[in-house]
């Protein structure tokens, strides 16, 4: 039987599905974001308070969307578009568009950041390390006020595109290569950080809760965001690998695998960011001033990642050989995720007709061209971040409609419970996507809103040109939704809505 348009090949074992998925999930929100949030949700007593936070959001946020986005994408065998009006109907393609255009928007930036990494990588093997801030600080304005980071941007996105026109195959193969790698080398640069002298002051804070911090809603804010960076929750990512997927793979088993691996990468690599930076710097500073050192780095948290791990380094005997391996690390943590995110994208236009190799250039020279201006400016790059990074609450909040609409008992009886092999999901999933996820949402958006006009920002909220305003977020939300409505039919039409859904 001749497959349809745009079907393509099957992941080749459930291993190969999983590391894949861990691909998506496992990026610089891990090991470059993941720290300094710890550690600015940190109180004076420690940042355990956060830990706390990112977990209940584990289990009540990101694990119930990812059995979601693995139902939804095996069942409807298309992108987060033919995803939706396979799942509700095709008046509801213009969500499926926003889940795939927010998560498109991140590549713009990410493509960047990926360009850092390798830059980094090759700056750190083939050059000394910095000996001291200025010496860092030095390295780091000389390559943003060069052209490297639009050429590094280039080699990251069309490296990534290059094994996405190769199809799935290619996909899993790299995967499976650059996943184990780099749990590897968090595992040697962990043994290597915790044996520093004063390591384990840096724990003890990453650890222990301090528990008034649990009554500031910036903190739950900060925990679900992480949360979603750090699993891929809500982006769409899931669910665009999971068309590959097999009907007998054990649907609920790889969610909470892809969920709790995700976040062990997370601790594993701030237990090496909190050491390290402790027991480099107790000797010559209190720990009120490491602390500040984690949270005070700049534009888009640039100054820990690329300017003082480096320095840090420096301090350790074979720093050199760690420091390459620290940013091979980040390297490939950023590639794995920044080819879902072309797949996701390139789908989408496989789904409409378009052949792969065709979808996935152009998809790249677009992502190159609209990642110039983050590539360029890093007020810029921070925006992108702030207002796509915010974004996949909604785009979570609009996975939960769609399964609320069809039904979330049924839904879970006929889409989820269908291998005999994986675990049955019980009801408690229905009542999380029903209550639990929308009522996250709305009163985390609303509790932001709320806290900007009265204490974070109350002169700006109502910017649309600030970097981190309320009014940017909608104003630039609100441009995609309206065109996406706009055309909906279009959208529906485009992509071949005759699909009839495999229940």
């Known amino acids: 039987m001749a497959k349809k348009s745009g079907q393509q090949d099957f992941f080749t074992s459930r291993w190969g599905l999983i590391l894949s998925v861990l691909g998506i999930a496992i990026g610089t929100g891990n090991i470059w974001r993941f720290p300094r949030i710890a550690a600015q949700n940190g109180g004076p007593d420690g940042a355990g308070a956060f830990l706390i936070a990112w977990v209940v959001f584990l289990f009540m946020w990101s694990i119930p969307l990812i059995i979601a986005e693995y139902a939804i994408g095996r069942n409807g065998r298309k992108g987060t578009i033919g995803s939706f009006m396979v799942t509700a109907t095709d008046q509801y393609a213009w969500m499926g568009a926003f889940v795939g255009f927010v998560a498109t928007a991140i590549m713009f930036y990410y493509s960047v950041v990926n360009g850092w990494c390798i830059y ?37 996105i069309f490296g990534a595109g290059y094994v996405v ?55 739950w804010l900060e925990a679900l965001t992480q949360n979603a960076w750090d699993t891929g929750a809500g982006w769409g990512l899931i669910l665009t690998y ?9 649907l609920t088993i ?76 980040l390297t490939f943590a950023a590639f794995s995720s920044l080819i879902s995110m072309v797949e996701l994208a390139s789908r989408l236009f496989i789904d409409m007709g378009f052949s792969r190799i065709r979808a996935t250039l152009s998809i790249c020279t677009v992502g190159f061209f609209l990642g110039l201006p983050s590539a360029i400016d890093l007020h810029f790059f921070a ?31 006929r889409r989820v419970n269908t291998s005999p092999t994986d675990w049955t999901l019980g009801r408690w999933w229905d009542y999380t996507i029903k209550f639990v996820v929308p009522l996250e949402g709305i009163v985390l958006i609303v509790w932001w809103i709320y806290l900007s006009a009265t204490q974070i920002d109350p002169k700006n909220w109502f910017n649309p040109f600030d970097t981190f305003s309320v009014a940017t977020c909608f104003m630039q939300w609100g441009a995609v939704l309206i065109f996406f409505i706009f055309i909906n039919k279009r959208l529906a039409k485009a992509t071949n809505s005759t699909v009839e859904a495999t229940l």
Do not use: C
Not at 165 to 191: C, D, K, Q, W, Y
Not at 242 to 250: G, I, L, Q, S
Not at 257 to 273: C, E, H, K
Not at 398 to 409: C, D, E, K, P, V
């Open 242 to 250: 999971a068309t590959y997927m097999k009907k007998e793979d054990a």
């Open 254 to 329: 790889s969610a909470f695998q892809t969920g709790i691996g995700n976040n062990a990468i997370s601790l594993l690599a701030a237990i090496i960011i909190f050491s390290t930076v402790f027991g480099t710097l107790s000797g010559s500073m209190s720990n009120t001033q490491i602390l500040q050192v984690m949270k005070t780095s700049g534009p888009v948290s640039t100054g820990l990642t690329f300017m003082w791990m480096p320095l840090l380094f420096t301090k350790m005997t074979g720093g050199r050989i760690f420091a390459s391996l620290f940013f091979l690390a």
């Open 165 to 219: 026109a190769h199809g799935i195959r290619t996909i899993e193969r790299v995967n499976t290569i650059l996943i184990p790698l780099l749990a590897l080398i968090l595992i040697l640069s962990m043994f290597r950080a915790v044996s520093l002298p004063n390591s384990l002051d840096g724990i003890k804070y990453l650890f222990t809760p301090d528990w008034k911090m649990l009554g500031n809603p910036r903190v």
């Open 120 to 156: 980094y990588f090759f700056e750190s093997t083939v050059q000394p390390l910095p000996q001291n801030l200025q010496a860092a600080q030095t390295i780091w304005s000389h390559f943003q006020g060069s052209w490297m980071p639009v050429f590094f941007n280039a080699v990251a």
């Open 383 to 413: 925006n992108q971040d702030f207002v796509w990074g915010l974004g996949l609450i909604f785009s979570g909040l609009f996975i939960a409609f769609i399964i609320i609409r069809y039904g979330t008992r049924i839904f879970r009886e």
